[in-house]
């Protein structure tokens, strides 16, 4: 089983949400603590975000990354799905852009 812990981004983010996305929230984080990698609403980034996983929550988003090694997951960002990724180059960092 992994651990799991939350950026500050997707911290802040998650306890603003509404009861009923927080519930499901939860059911997608406690998903991921028993399989980070087979599940039909996850999908593995390619490109300029390999190594990066997504997490389909109805409309939104959960971007994390896996250390295998700690048995740590890193949920990374909790975006909607209209916006885009960005990768800062400077900064090892994904942001999110709305459209």
């Known amino acids: 089983m992994y651990e799991l812990v ?3 981004k997707a ?3 998650y306890q603003e949400v509404e009861a009923s996305l927080a519930q499901r929230l939860n059911r997608c984080f406690d998903q991921l603590r028993q399989n980070a990698y087979e599940h039909p609403n996850i999908k593995r980034f390619k490109g300029d975000f390999a190594g990066l996983f997504r997490y389909r929550v109805g409309v939104w988003r959960v971007v994390y990354k ?3 090694k700690q048995q740590l997951i890193t949920i990374l960002l909790i975006a909607h799905r209209q916006g ?3 990768l800062d180059i400077n900064r090892p960092e994904l942001k999110f852009r709305g459209s």
């Open 84 to 86: 885009y990724f960005v």
């Open 11 to 13: 911290q802040k983010f």
């Open 66 to 68: 896996v250390d295998e």
């Open 6 to 8: 939350l950026t500050r």
